[in-house]
């Protein structure tokens, strides 16, 4: 693969996301991964929450050595951790751990302890928008694991558009599928997943704000669960 240096103007990266989103709508995960590895070169990396290591896995196929971005607030379960771990251990991907500027016992001597539970957005952005911002300033394009299936606010989701907020191609190459794909991707190809899943979370973020779901419940209702709250900041 030929290494892409160049940087594009923000009108070019638009233009090249309104086509690709229509051109690639149909497209494969893997060939929709394979066209953003070709197109931005190292100015491509996936993000991961560490829910699952899917797309991670899927871009270790389209592009050996692929940056993944992990943010790790310092709320994190255990178990998430481990899994980041893991999938540096055994992925060909070069692992970056993005941290907020302030430690949790920073945060708590500034704002006072516990901020997710009296205002959890700003505490959202002081922990994972305000590193992401800076820790994407070296990429043109990024790749996310958000699904159209997940709930009402992701259902637009294409899988190639542009983040107007951080001038960048978002790229979302897994968001026509459902959970019975992950899970027959998962199988096939014995991708790590959080073991989490499999105690009833259906998403997993930081501790304090994530409980289990319950039956009926769409994948994002353990998530700020009674609050209007769905999202942290980073998707909009």
Known sequence: MTAIRTRRTGDELRSLAE?????????????????????FGPRFCVTSSMEDAVVAHLASRAFPGVDVVFLDTGYHFPETIGTRDAVGAVMDVNLITLTPRRSVAEQDAE????????????????????????????????????????SPTRAGT???????????????????????????????????????????????????CTRRVLEGEDARAGRWAGRAKTECGLHG
């Open 19 to 39: 086509t690709a989103g229509r051109d690639l709508e149909e497209a494969s995960a893997l060939d929709i991964l394979t066209w953003a590895a070709e197109t």
């Open 111 to 150: 704002h006072g302890p516990r901020l997710h539970d009296r205002d959890p957005d700003l505490c959202c952005a002081l922990r994972k928008v305000a590193p992401l911002e800076e820790g994407l300033t070296a990429y043109d394009a990024w790749a996310t694991g958000l699904r159209r299936d997940e």
């Open 158 to 208: 294409p899988v190639v558009g542009w983040d107007e907020q951080r001038r960048k191609v978002k790229v979302s190459p897994i968001a026509r599928w459902t959970q019975a794909d992950v899970d027959a991707y998962v199988a096939e190809h014995g991708v790590l997943t959080n073991p989490l899943l499999m105690d009833g979370y259906a998403s997993v973020g930081c501790a304090p």
